[in-house]
């Protein structure tokens, strides 16, 4: 079995385990539910605004331990600080020690969109992120079927949430792009078996549609690589190792932008 198979047999068990926990109903009455999200496009576009969607991750799967020490609130206040678009926040448990709480603390203390970093399965996650008081949430073509993408796409849609589809090549994204979609993530991490190529962005930048928000996601370090992603044709860069490996995370985005 891949990784990405195990995660998502364990992503189940954690889904219906919540469920046990906090009802549908609850959820709905949640203050942050009620909220209006932030629009992702207007923040990506924005000319004050860098692109960068900037993550907070303390470990993962491929990199064991990225940093055990950053607070969530103190790290994402100064990547808004420095100009990222929008934060990108984990909050899958077991593979990335993310908590449900991040999100809570991030929006606290942030103004722009928050992306729910997870793997959604299931629409009660859809509506855990609304709840929390994020703005955008995440879609891997290579766990769901067409049909999934399309329901939960609308599904948060309806709720005002806006929706990034992640895909690794051309086959899922011909098979998984529909209507119901904000933007499009081009990972140029093969989260099946973790090898990292930045030239999968610049090979499907051009099969993206135009009215899509472009995103390249994974393993960006050298802010030249922004620049060429930019004139390839992409909107957004999320980018959270670079950061996050640092002593200070704050910092390094900062000298980072400087550089772009
Ligand atoms: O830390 P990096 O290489 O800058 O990558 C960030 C982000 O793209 C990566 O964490 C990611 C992309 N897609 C995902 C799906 C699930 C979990 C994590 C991810």
């Known amino acids: 079995m891949n990784i990405l198979d195990k995660i998502v047999l364990r992503k189940k068990e954690e ?13 709905e009455k949640a203050d942050y539910f009620k909220r209006t999200p932030y629009s992702f496009k ?13 993550e907070f991750k ?10 055990g020490v950053a607070d969530v609130a103190e790290v994402t206040q100064a990547y808004n600080n420095a100009g990222a678009s929008a934060l990108s926040v984990l909050t899958d448990v077991d593979f990335f020690g993310g908590k449900t709480d991040d999100i ?17 399965i299931d629409e009660y996650q859809i509506l855990e992120a609304k709840a929390w008081g994020a703005d955008i949430i995440l879609l891997i073509a290579a766990i769901l079927t067409p049909k999934q993408i399309n329901d939960f796409g609308k599904f948060a849609q309806n709720l005002g949430l806006n929706v990034l589809l992640e895909v690794h090549n051309l086959e899922e ?24 190529d930045i030239q999968t962005s610049f090979d499907l930048v051009n099969r993206i549609p135009d009215e899509f928000l472009k995103i390249s996601e994974s393993a ?11 004139t390839a044709g992409f909107n ?17 985005i900062k000298e980072f932008v400087a550089q772009i």
């Not at 207007?42 to 900037?54: K, N, V």
């Not at 809570?104 to 959604?120: G, H, S, T, Y």
């Not at 860069?237 to 200070?248: A, D, R, S, V």
């Open 15 to 27: 889904v219906a385990d919540a469920k046990r926990l906090i009802s549908v109903q609850d959820l």
């Open 42 to 54: 207007e923040f990506l576009l924005a000319e004050d605004r860098t692109g960068i969607i900037a």
């Open 104 to 120: 809570l603390a991030a929006r606290a203390v942030n103004q722009i969109p928050i992306l729910r970093k997870d793997f959604m």
């Open 173 to 196: 994204l011909e098979r998984s792009i529909c209507p119901n979609l904000d933007a499009i993530g081009v990972n140029n991490r093969n989260l099946a078996d973790f090898t990292v």
């Open 236 to 252: 957004g860069f999320l980018i959270g190792e670079n950061f996050m490996k640092t002593n200070n995370p704050g910092t390094s």
């Open 220 to 230: 960006i370090s050298n802010p030249q690589t922004i620049k060429e992603l930019k």
């Open 58 to 67: 303390r470990r993962s799967p491929s990199k064991g331990l990225i940093n």
